[in-house]
């Protein structure tokens, strides 16, 4: 199976990467913005349609959700002409596609987890550039598989790792705790996709560890597993603003990866476990040089 990743030095790419180099069965196209710039079509036709690869997984988006709200033309090019590029080619080669999305396409008003059919209302630009993405992918390419995922961390920048370094220099932490989600780790999302891809179960999917908490019980608990001392502060989204507003309330429900049979996600503290334990392990591998 040859499988053309984009975007393939973020976080969930690096994951996939790694996972699918692991099996000889893979033929692997790996390309960054350099060799793959989805935004540009001429780009996208040319490797797509030269490589012609089997499946086509689309890591690659303008992830910085603030920065979005004033870099409104590079949001929309990445998140939404980027994914509509890549479902243009692979139609044409015949490709399974994979777009990553969001639990921000939700307006996060609701009180039980978001299943895979209910109404999207964005609001952010991320949001809505996102799920302009989600709607050209349906439009534009019969072999899709549209994966929203929340609160992801692996190998990269993210809030597991912003905790541990802003440790290192604060006493105590101020940390929102009325915005609840799923923290979803890339080794579970990764494992779904590559299990998806080997199917014909195509459609939209809602993707993310089981369980639920806010980002104040995500902070806690991450000093918690690592034994940092540190107080953490609770505080309101309204006491701690963004240039962005978030969804209150983004649980996704993985309603069809469970009706599928796919559904592999781990509890959340458990996945959370295991990355901090990698973490420790490759900190002390860098301290003796390995
Ligand atoms: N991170 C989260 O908490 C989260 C939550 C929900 C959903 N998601 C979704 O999950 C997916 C993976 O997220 P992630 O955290 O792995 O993202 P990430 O670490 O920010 O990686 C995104 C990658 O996309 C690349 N990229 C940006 N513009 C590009 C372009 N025009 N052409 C080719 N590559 C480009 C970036 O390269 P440069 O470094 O060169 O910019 C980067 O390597 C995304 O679809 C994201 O929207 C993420």
């Given at each position: 199976?040859k499988i053309?990743?984009t ?9 996939l990467t ?8 893979y ?9 793959l710039?989805i935004?540009?079509i001429?780009?996208?036709n ?16 303008h992830?910085?959700v603030d920065?979005?709200?004033?870099d409104?033309?590079?949001a929309?090019k990445?998140n939404a ?15 399974k596609f ?12 609701g009180s039980r987890?978001?299943?895979?059919d209910?109404?999207?209302c964005?609001?952010s630009?991320y ?8 709607n050209?992918t ?10 929203r995922?929340a ?6 920048n993210?809030f597991?790792?912003?905790m541990?370094?802003l440790s290192?220099t604060?006493k ?9 989600g799923s ?19 195509y ?7 089981e ?14 597993i690592?034994?940092i001392?540190?107080k953490?502060?609770p505080?309101t989204s309204?006491e701690?603003?963004r ?6 309330y983004?649980?996704l ?5 469970k ?6 996600f781990r509890?959340?503290e458990?996945s ?8 420790t392990?490759e ?8």
């Amino acid at each position: 199976m040859k499988i053309l990743i984009t975007g393939s030095k973020g976080q969930l790419g690096l994951e996939l990467t790694k996972k699918l180099t692991k099996n000889k069965k893979y033929e692997l196209i790996l390309t960054d913005r350099e060799a793959l710039n989805i935004v540009d079509i001429d780009n996208v036709n040319e490797i797509i349609l030269s490589n012609k690869p089997d499946v086509v997984i689309n890591c690659a988006a303008h992830t910085a959700v603030d920065l979005c709200e004033t870099d409104i033309e590079n949001a929309y090019k990445i998140n939404a002409i980027g994914p509509r590029n890549l479902a243009i080619a692979c139609e044409k080669v015949g490709a399974k596609f994979v777009q990553v999305s969001t639990d921000y396409v939700f307006d996060g008003n609701g009180s039980r987890p978001y299943r895979e059919d209910d109404v999207t209302c964005p609001n952010s630009i991320y949001g809505t550039s996102k799920l302009m993405g989600e709607n050209f992918t349906k439009e534009f390419c019969s072999k899709y598989f549209i994966v929203r995922t929340a609160w992801l961390y692996g190998e990269g920048n993210n809030f597991v790792r912003t905790m541990i370094k802003l440790s290192e220099t604060n006493k105590e932490l101020n940390v929102v705790n009325d915005q609840f989600g799923s923290p979803t780790s890339t080794v579970d999302l990764a494992k779904a996709i590559i299990d998806l891809i080997h199917t014909e179960y195509y459609g939209t999917y809602h993707g993310t560890c089981e369980g639920q908490c806010s980002w104040y019980d995500f902070a806690k608990k991450i000093f918690e597993i690592n034994n940092i001392d540190i107080k953490v502060n609770p505080v309101t989204s309204e006491e701690f603003k963004r240039p962005a507003p978030r969804p209150a309330y983004s649980v996704l429900d993985n309603f069809m990866f469970k009706l599928v049979g796919l559904n592999s996600f781990r509890n959340w503290e458990d996945s959370l476990r295991e990355y901090l334990k990698n973490e420790t392990l490759e900190e002390v591998a860098t301290i003796k040089g390995d």
